[in-house]
């Protein structure tokens, strides 16, 4: 079974650009989440959906973050303008159903962007 | 407000167990612990999950009080290849909140 894949991998860009990470999720799974990982701490979550929903956006930073996860499928997070602070590791995962704290969720690589 | 805990770092040599500890005072009365796996440049990966008292599957243990504030992930005879970092993850209702993480150093 292919895992969650995400890239890209690295990204370095300055300040008030703009950037863009796409993940695709296992197959079947219905909820995918995005989390920002500070080095040194835990994930933090930032959006998640089931099927092509949002059920929580709480966390992110709407003035400047964006996701869309058309088709229910892959999902493109993105940051427009970037600040220093958004310098993470963004890590995409998938779960097979809810999207509650019983399920198992299958992470990516994650894609390590540093804002200059 | 939600708070996770767990100490930043441990250290232990090959062979022996470890047990880590997660603090959760206000873990919503539904929700499950779960424990994640990290190593270096690599998204967590599961290990165990419980709902109370002792859950034990091929690689950890799970030990969860009645009053369920707190849990400790267990793993018997740890050899180099544990060194990693550990995260408990904790729902409270319609969040779950990661902690933030246990480093384990495991030495020869």
């Known amino acids: 079974e292919a895992g969650v894949a995400q890239s890209p991998r690295y990204k370095i860009i300055e300040k008030r650009q703009s950037v863009a990470f796409w993940c695709n999720p296992i197959?079947?799974?219905?909820?995918l989440y995005w989390y920002q990982q500070i080095l040194g701490q835990g994930p933090k979550l930032l959006i998640q959906?089931?099927?092509?929903?949002?059920?929580?956006d709480s966390q992110l930073p709407k003035d400047r973050f964006s996701a869309e996860r058309l088709k229910g499928v892959d999902s493109t997070l993105k940051i427009q303008p970037a600040k220093l602070e958004d310098s993470a590791v963004y890590l995409c995962?998938?779960?097979?159903?809810?999207?509650?704290?019983?399920?198992?969720?299958?992470f990516g690589p994650g894609t390590r962007l540093t804002v200059l | 407000l939600a708070k996770t805990t767990q100490p930043i770092s441990m250290d232990s040599y090959e062979g022996q167990e470890v047990n880590i500890t997660c603090s959760h005072n206000?873990?919503?009365?539904?929700?499950?612990i779960t424990w994640y796996q990290q190593f270096p440049s690599q998204g967590p990966r599961f290990i165990i999950q419980?709902?109370?008292t002792k859950v034990t599957n091929e690689v950890a243990s799970l030990f969860i009080p009645a009053d369920r504030k707190s849990s400790t992930l267990s793993l018997p005879r740890v050899s180099l290849s544990d060194t990693a970092v550990y995260y408990c993850?904790?729902?409270?209702?319609?969040?779950?909140?990661f902690g933030p993480g246990t480093r384990l150093s495991v030495l020869p």
């Open positions: 419980g709902y109370k």
């Open positions: 959906f089931q099927n092509n929903g949002v059920v929580d």
């Open positions: 993850l904790v729902g409270y209702g319609q969040n779950f909140v």
């Open positions: 197959s079947g799974h219905a909820t």
């Open positions: 206000n873990i919503a009365t539904n929700d499950y």
């Open positions: 995962a998938s779960s097979f159903v809810a999207g509650t704290s019983t399920d198992t969720q299958y």
